[in-house]
């Protein structure tokens, strides 16, 4: 493996570095309250070339590999991780639609979503399950040239704030399970559309709700892979959105390791400083071990991914592990603090409610664990 980068590749990391710190760490908190990105900033990530750099210039994107990718990502996320899932959505969205829409739909939507004039999401949970992900009952009926889509996605990340969403529909009998299960650009403006947003306990700056259907009228040629196809085609892109995932809650647990090392070191408490104590730096000393091993496996997944081979088991590894190593780190850290810690006037206690949301969307542990063992053992 060869995680070497070229002096553009560099550049664009810096870039991503440079914003994270002028333009995202300031407001990290001010966006919580919001309860918004912004249009605004999205944009500005876009014109920066931060939004799905991976994606081949011809339609809009910075020609990067994968691993670049999710350098960027993680260095957006030490910022906001908020922020950062912009970024992940993206990649994960313009992998699927440049690799199986029609030329119609990815020239109209790439360019856009890579350049951040339009904010994507996906519609995958429904009411009665979120890991039986194929077990769907939303349906995509054929019109002609038309599909009618009627029923609810929940738990979508974005659900109020995206422009549009890659929508998961059964077109065939509910006893071909993954097989009849399609996939759909659909505009979010579109009659028929309704939207709710949860109160949740983090995360707040993305936002997370339901998108309803109501007989949504959606074109063929936005149609995402074969029909009865779309879910065992267009899933492939997860792999690579979890491992941008692992590196994004790794992020933020590195913020809080360069915060705390320093702090031990000021602290002073019965005449010594706070670093004099094994028990403080021991577990800070791990927390550095586990998460140099837990961004290896990230990277090493993406670089897979840059070469063509196989990276499922690699990418599952990254999911279940980086965020809940992640979530140790942040309470860690926060414990450390003491009060000062556990108070909304340091950024400890809003980390620990957004990255704990990471332990969950995408794949729980045990479904990655799954993942894993499946890789050896097979299904």
Same mark, same amino acid.
């Given at each position: 493996?060869?995680?070497?980068?070229?002096?553009?590749?560099?550049?664009?990391?810096?870039?991503?570095?440079?914003?994270?710190?002028?333009?995202?760490?300031?407001?990290?908190?001010?966006?919580?309250?919001?309860?918004?990105?912004?249009?605004?900033?999205?944009?500005?990530?876009?014109?920066?070339?931060?939004?799905?750099?991976?994606?081949?210039?011809?339609?809009?994107?910075?020609?990067?590999?994968?691993?670049?990718?999710?350098?960027?990502?993680?260095?957006?996320?030490?910022?906001?991780?908020?922020?950062? @899932?912009?970024?992940?959505?993206?990649?994960?969205?313009?992998?699927?639609?440049?690799? @199986?829409?029609?030329?119609?739909?990815?020239?109209?939507?790439?360019?856009?979503?890579?350049?951040?004039?339009?904010?994507?999401?996906?519609?995958?949970?429904?009411?009665?399950?979120?890991?039986?992900?194929?077990?769907?009952?939303?349906?995509?009926?054929?019109? !002609?040239?038309?599909?009618?889509?009627?029923?609810?996605?929940?738990?979508?990340?974005?659900?109020?704030?995206?422009?549009?969403?890659?929508?998961?529909?059964?077109?065939?009998?509910?006893?071909?399970?993954?097989?009849?299960?399609?996939?759909?650009?659909?505009?979010?403006?579109?009659?028929?559309?309704?939207?709710?947003?949860?109160?949740?306990? !983090?995360?707040?700056?993305?936002?997370?709700?339901?998108?309803?259907?109501?007989?949504?009228?959606?074109?063929?040629?936005?149609?995402?892979?074969?029909?009865?196809?779309?879910?065992?085609?267009?899933?492939?892109?997860?792999?690579?959105?979890?491992?941008?995932?692992?590196?994004?809650?790794?992020?933020?647990?590195?913020?809080?390791?360069?915060?705390?090392?320093?702090?031990?070191?000021?602290?002073?408490?019965? !005449?010594?400083?706070?670093?004099?104590?094994?028990?403080?730096?021991?577990?800070?000393?791990?927390?550095?071990?586990?998460?140099?091993?837990?961004?290896?496996?990230?990277?090493?997944?993406?670089?897979?991914?840059?070469?063509?081979?196989?990276?499922?088991?690699?990418?599952?590894?990254?999911?279940?592990?980086?965020?809940?190593?992640?979530?140790?780190?942040?309470?860690?850290?926060?414990?450390?603090?003491?009060?000062?810690?556990?108070?909304?006037?340091?950024?400890?206690?809003?980390?620990?409610?957004?990255?704990?949301?990471?332990?969950?969307?995408?794949?729980?542990?045990?479904?990655?664990?799954?993942?894993?063992?499946?890789?050896?053992?097979?299904?």
């Amino acid at each position: 493996m060869d995680f070497a980068l070229d002096e553009f590749q560099l550049s664009m990391v810096d870039t991503a570095k440079k914003f994270a710190v002028e333009k995202l760490a300031p407001h990290y908190q001010q966006r919580e309250y919001d309860g918004t990105i912004g249009p605004e900033l999205i944009r500005e990530m876009g014109q920066l070339g931060l939004i799905a750099p991976e994606v081949p210039s011809e339609h809009g994107g910075s020609d990067l590999d994968t691993l670049t990718s999710g350098l960027i990502t993680e260095a957006i996320a030490e910022g906001d991780m908020n922020v950062a @899932y912009v970024q992940i959505m993206a990649s994960l969205l313009s992998s699927c639609i440049v690799s @199986y829409a029609t030329p119609e739909a990815i020239d109209e939507i790439i360019p856009k979503m890579c350049g951040g004039e339009i904010l994507g999401s996906i519609g995958l949970t429904e009411p009665r399950g979120g890991s039986d992900a194929a077990n769907l009952s939303l349906k995509a009926e054929r019109d !002609g040239d038309l599909y009618r889509l009627n029923g609810e996605k929940t738990s979508i990340s974005l659900a109020d704030q995206a422009d549009i969403n890659l929508v998961f529909a059964r077109t065939g009998t509910p006893e071909q399970k993954a097989h009849g299960v399609s996939a759909f650009i659909v505009k979010l403006d579109s009659p028929g559309i309704s939207r709710s947003r949860f109160e949740d306990l !983090g995360e707040k700056a993305v936002g997370r709700g339901s998108i309803f259907f109501d007989d949504v009228e959606v074109d063929a040629r936005y149609r995402v892979g074969d029909e009865g196809k779309g879910f065992v085609q267009v899933m492939q892109g997860f792999d690579f959105s979890r491992a941008l995932i692992g590196l994004q809650c790794i992020a933020v647990a590195r913020k809080c390791l360069d915060e705390t090392w320093p702090f031990i070191q000021q602290r002073e408490t019965f !005449g010594k400083p706070l670093s004099v104590n094994q028990g403080i730096t021991f577990p800070l000393a791990e927390a550095e071990t586990h998460l140099e091993g837990a961004r290896l496996v990230c990277l090493k997944a993406l670089w897979l991914k840059s070469q063509n081979l196989d990276h499922t088991k690699e990418a599952a590894m990254a999911k279940w592990w980086a965020p809940k190593l992640a979530f140790d780190i942040v309470h860690q850290c926060l414990l450390i603090h003491g009060h000062g810690g556990y108070s909304n006037e340091m950024p400890f206690e809003q980390r620990l409610r957004d990255v704990m949301g990471m332990q969950i969307g995408d794949g729980t542990a045990q479904i990655m664990k799954m993942v894993i063992a499946r890789g050896y053992v097979g299904k």
